[in-house]
């Protein structure tokens, strides 16, 4: 048995439950890596969202959260100005892998009688 082996066998064993012998170490569960590979391409993708964002200047300072499911991004969280709700939205399209995008962040703006936030199609005024 190869290193390899062995130690996915231990892995196997402390993760899973399975007992670990040479007959079943390179018969993995498939349930397994099938569940494994979408939820570590959206980690994946997620790093690299995060990342182009952190990466733009005109975004440092906004509260932008970043969720992927099946490589759909939605973006939320709060930004100044429509201009960065639309950049947020933009290099999230534009990382390779994204399948589509859905932008919910919210746009704040100052007025004289307190804080609106705003998104297309939610408008949510103070009391």
Request: hydrophobic share 50%.
């Amino acid at each position: 048995m190869s290193d390899r082996s062995v130690l996915f066998a231990l892995l196997a064993t402390f993760a899973f439950g399975l007992p670990a012998t040479a007959a079943n170490v390179d018969e993995r569960p498939p349930h397994v890596l099938t569940s494994l590979r979408p939820a570590a391409a959206d980690a994946f993708l997620k790093g690299k969202v995060e990342a182009a964002l952190a990466a733009e200047m005109s975004l440092h300072g906004t509260d932008i959260l970043v969720d992927v499911l099946d490589r759909v991004i939605l973006l939320s969280g709060e930004v100044g100005s429509v201009d960065q709700r639309v950049t947020a939205g933009r290099l999230a399209a534009s990382v390779s892998g994204v399948k589509k995008v859905m932008n919910e962040v919210f746009v704040l703006r100052q007025h004289a009688t307190g804080t609106t936030l705003s998104a297309p199609g939610l408008r949510l005024n103070p009391l």
